[in-house]
């Protein structure tokens, strides 16, 4: 091999990778290589939007101490003061860009695009399109992906793992086609786009998340993992047991929306002085608490009191669906639960999306900037995406390309083909780690449940391992990086010896003085419980 496929490999197709494969192929060939339908992956589903401080009447730094004040002690205060900072610029790409923000019609505006509000925001701040913004960026970003002539689309492929060299660098990637013919995609430089880890859970806000496929890819060339005890639940999806996984945006909340519990009472008041504005983890656990003691299976949302005018005109994406499931919202109140949603945690990066492997970067949910800390404040996620997918180009664009080595990096030789059963059996064990997850790993946590999570997926693994199912498969591999993760997730969170933001344990108090983040590689995986 003398030469590398491309110059970039980018695998994600979603806000951060599609923005960076626009943003590289200004100076390089770029390979991205997303999934052939938007559905799968997290941006199209945002529905709120992107915070950031864009009216006269906010600030940076009323933006950096809410990010902060979120995040609950453990965020980075450099990436918050540098995600924040670069917040505004990277909204105006995506004004130039053409994506088509709601615009604020108001008499006297201040600002001509419309701000909501979400949780722990003390401004209007949230800049989007109605109440599908994912889908308004997914949409004009990929449309300018397919026809830039530097941008090498591959939809046809589900990357495995990375490929590194005798150094240790990254070289690449390889994955399968749905024919399982294996390829190996080489690259100067690859980033990792590829979401977070909410499909470890059984309930999520969208209907296919990943489960962090690419934190592991990253850990097996030996990248830490930080922070993977702080998996965000979202206060409010659908409560909707036969359909599909929906988010109720927390701009539902922002806009005055009532959290009312069994006999129809507004809880959050008396719990938080922000009340259904607080922070994420805060009301998450109310709601948690308001369904347990109650015959309901849920909480109530209410916006009636808004107006039927009001609530067409914020929320037409959430109108719609809930009208096709039988609901309607200006005149009955909504369901709600939470659900996975963001995964706070993963692949430590700089503030250029680089890893501690060289030749390695990532961008997005799959990374840990620093920015979140404990809890991440709502719309801050695609602002991170933005900022640093930007930042990740710049630092690309500035880098002497690594020196190519005419030599064929490592990587599997060959991959198998499932028979049915087989996929039957990985599909029940994946069944499995996610009900372990969710019941012991989720959003009030005991030290007993860890220890019981510990041993269910230790006893997985080996079923896994010992089983007649071939692991060089596409479905083998994907579930043993789930269960890696997984480990490691529960790993983190029992060394975790406190309740923080969204790591919230029965046995250990609120907040110790002395805090940091976690940081873990696949060698702090017990000897003999590596999956
Ligand atoms: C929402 O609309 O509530 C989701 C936005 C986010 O998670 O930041």
Redesign the pocket.
């Known amino acids: 091999m003398s030469t590398p496929t491309s110059d970039i490999l980018i695998i994600g197709g979603g806000v951060a990778g599609l923005t960076l494969a626009l943003m590289a192929a200004e100076h390089f060939s770029v390979t991205l290589v997303r999934p052939e339908h938007d559905e799968k992956g997290a941006s199209r589903w945002?529905?709120?939007g992107i915070a950031a401080a864009l009216s006269p009447e906010d600030s940076l730094e009323a933006h950096i101490q809410d990010t902060l004040i979120a995040g609950d002690g453990l965020c980075n205060e450099q990436a918050v003061r540098f995600t924040v900072t670069h917040g505004p610029e990277a909204i105006q790409w995506l004004i130039d860009n053409g994506v088509p923000f709601t615009p604020d019609t108001t008499d006297g505006a201040r600002y001509a695009y419309h701000l909501t509000r979400?949780g722990g925001h003390s401004a209007r701040r949230v800049i989007h399109a109605d109440d599908a913004t994912g889908r308004a960026l997914i949409d004009t970003l990929s449309h300018k992906a397919a026809q830039h002539p530097r941008i090498h689309q591959r939809n046809d492929l589900t990357m495995l793992g990375l490929l590194q060299d005798d150094d240790g660098g990254c070289r690449g990637a390889y994955g399968l086609d749905a024919q399982h013919q294996l390829h190996r995609l080489t690259a100067y430089n690859t980033v990792l786009a590829t979401g977070g880890a909410s499909g470890l859970y059984q309930h999520t806000t969208t209907p296919s998340p990943s489960s962090g496929e690419g934190m592991i890819m990253a850990a097996e060339l030996g990248a830490p993992l930080m922070n993977l005890e702080f998996q965000q639940f979202?206060p409010t999806s659908l409560y909707d047991p036969d359909g599909p996984a929906f988010?109720i945006?927390?701009?539902v909340r922002g806009e005055g929306g009532y959290l009312l519990d069994e006999a129809g009472k507004r809880f959050m008041p008396a719990l938080d002085p922000r009340a259904e504005l607080a922070p994420r983890d805060v009301v998450a656990r109310a709601i948690d608490a308001q369904i347990q003691k109650s015959n309901l299976g849920h909480v109530w949302l209410d916006i009636r009191h808004l107006g039927e005018r009001a609530i067409h005109h914020h929320f037409p994406t959430i109108v719609a669906h809930c009208a096709a499931r039988g609901m309607d919202i200006t005149r009955q109140p909504i369901p709600v639960v939470p659900a996975a949603?963001?995964s706070c945690g993963g692949i430590a990066t700089n503030h250029q999306g680089a890893t501690q492997v060289p030749n390695l970067y990532a961008v997005g949910e799959v990374a840990y900037t620093g920015l979140h800390g404990a809890n991440r404040m709502?719309?801050?996620?695609?602002l991170e995406c933005l900022v640093y997918a930007r930042s990740c180009a710049q630092a690309l664009r500035e880098k002497k390309a690594p020196h190519w080595k005419n030599s064929t990096p490592s990587g599997p030789e060959r991959l198998a083909t499932l028979s049915p059963p087989d996929q039957d059996m990985l599909m029940a064990l994946r069944h499995e780690l996610r009900c372990i997850m969710t019941q012991h790993v989720s959003i009030v946590r005991s030290s007993a449940g860890l220890k019981t999570a510990q041993h269910k997926l230790a006893e997985l693994s080996m079923r896994l391992n010992e089983g007649p199912v071939d692991q060089c498969s596409l479905e083998g591999i994907q579930l043993r990086q789930a269960l890696l993760l997984a480990k490691l997730t529960v790993a983190a969170a029992v060394t975790r010896r406190e309740s923080r933001g969204l790591h919230y344990s029965t046995d250990w108090p609120s907040g110790q003085p002395a805090t940091a983040p976690s940081c873990l590689t696949l060698a702090d995986l017990t000897p003999g419980t590596v999956a």
Do not use: I, P
């Not at 709502?378 to 695609?382: D, P």
């Open positions: 945002a529905q709120g979400e979202h988010l945006s927390e701009a949603h963001y709502a719309s801050n996620s695609l």
